[in-house]
């Protein structure tokens, strides 16, 4: 997971299209137009990565419903799947975009205020697989009806926090329709 965080400018560089995908619901029409992100690197070169999350939280460390979306290296397959779980589980935006724990991530961040100082809007993507058609199917991608925000944006908004549990749980209840691996992850 390569995690990038970079302010928004009023000027409209850097990283302020990261808030274009919505404030506290997604704007779909934004996210049909903009469903993949392109990152240069001068090793790979030019690579597309599909967004699987667009999320608010709070950067906050010290924040009862913290969630590290920066975390990078992962112990093994079972911790990268929850942290995808947990990145999902957010979401503004249900996308038809699959994901497994042999995929890589790219996490893009910027400082958003929908509550607080210190709130953050987190655009997550995986990176297209070898012979994976860059496209994306926009029209199966759906408003998420109960994305998981941290306990003060209920205080503020109103609403009901919705439970989160782990992958584990969610898979073998049936819960979870956008992962493609093998599933037998190893590790904790």
């Avoid at 947990?86 to 038809?96: H, I």
């Avoid at 697989?129 to 205080?155: I, L, Q, W």
């Amino acid at each position: 997971n390569v995690v990038m965080h970079g302010h928004h400018m009023m000027d409209g560089s850097m990283f302020s299209n990261l808030l274009k995908y919505g404030k506290t619901s997604i704007d779909m029409d934004f996210y049909k137009k903009s469903p993949t992100i392109t990152f240069t690197t001068p090793d790979a070169g030019e690579c597309v990565y599909k967004i699987i999350s667009v999320f608010k939280t709070t950067g906050d460390k010290n924040h009862p419903d913290y969630f590290n979306y920066m975390q990078g290296d992962f112990s093994s397959n079972a911790e990268f799947m929850n942290f995808i779980y947990n990145v999902r589980a957010r979401s503004l935006v249900n996308t038809d975009v699959d994901i497994n724990e042999k995929d890589k991530l790219i996490t893009l961040s910027t400082c958003s205020y929908e509550v607080h100082d210190n709130y953050r809007t987190v655009v997550v993507a995986r990176k297209t697989r070898t012979g994976e058609s860059e496209k994306v199917n926009v029209a199966n991608a759906e408003k998420n009806k109960h994305p998981y925000f941290p306990s003060d944006y209920y205080y503020r908004f109103g609403g009901t926090q919705p439970k989160l549990t782990s992958f584990k749980t969610e898979y073998k209840k049936g819960n979870i329709d956008w992962y493609d691996g093998g599933g037998n992850l190893k590790g904790s």
